[in-house]
T-cell receptor
């Protein structure tokens, strides 16, 4: 499978626990994005990377959220001290930036987080 | 700040009839516009994009979208709807400075047999 891969598919955790999600983008893609989607809503931007550099982080994102892309390949999203309001689908997407116009996002299937 | 609006939560259309899913946008500068589709338990799939050039853009599965600068709209269309087109559709705009994609709230399309 050469698409964007996300693991795990589902995560159930108790409030206050830490969770980490992994995203493996399409191999040659240099941009990687994290979004959060709740039921009935559109994807909400969290952060994105170009290679290993984190270029933008949503102001809506609290300090409990952190993302890394250490070698410019896979990425991890960690949520510390989870709260029930963190329950959502976390989506990863990647794109190849050849020039300023010719790109779009390829999405993974997401990680569904449930905080009890 | 850049944004997109999808004014309809749901659109119902009979199979074989033409369909339109509406999207309006607000950007500074030239817009980069996209449509994505999400089937149940699946990730978002790219349908089409407008960057520059012809106002009518053709995409996957027979979909097309019309860019209208004066009305700041980018409506998704298909001449003849299929039951299998039933899904959640998202319009998105890309910030040309930061490469951040901003999505609308989505429109659920139901095609009735």
């Amino acid at each position: 499978d050469t698409g964007v891969s996300q693991n795990p598919r589902h995560k159930i955790t108790k409030r206050g626990q830490n969770v980490t999600f992994r995203c493996d983008p399409i191999s040659e893609h240099n941009r990687l994005y994290w979004y959060r989607q709740t039921l009935g809503q559109g994807p909400e931007f969290l952060t994105y990377f170009q290679n290993e550099a984190q270029l933008e982080k949503s102001r809506l994102l609290s300090d409990r959220f952190s993302a890394e892309r250490p070698k410019g390949s896979f990425s991890t999203l960690e949520i510390q001290r989870t709260e029930q309001g963190d329950s959502a689908m976390y989506l990863c997407a990647s794109s190849l930036n050849l020039d300023r116009v010719d790109e779009f996002l390829f999405f993974g299937s997401g990680t569904q987080l449930s905080v009890l | 700040a850049q944004s997109v609006a999808q004014p309809e939560d749901q659109v119902n259309v009979a199979e074989g009839n033409p369909l339109t899913v509406k999207c309006t946008y607000s950007v500074s500068g030239n817009p980069y516009l996209f449509w994505y589709v999400q089937y149940p338990n699946r990730g978002l799939q790219f349908l089409l994009k407008y960057i520059t050039g012809d106002n009518l853009v053709k995409g996957s599965y027979g979909f097309e979208a019309e860019f209208n600068k004066s009305q700041t709209s980018f409506h998704l269309k298909k001449p003849s709807a299929l039951v299998s087109d039933s899904a959640l559709y998202f319009c998105a705009v890309r910030d040309i400075r930061t490469y951040k994609y901003i999505f609308g709230t989505g429109t659920r399309l139901k095609v009735l047999a």
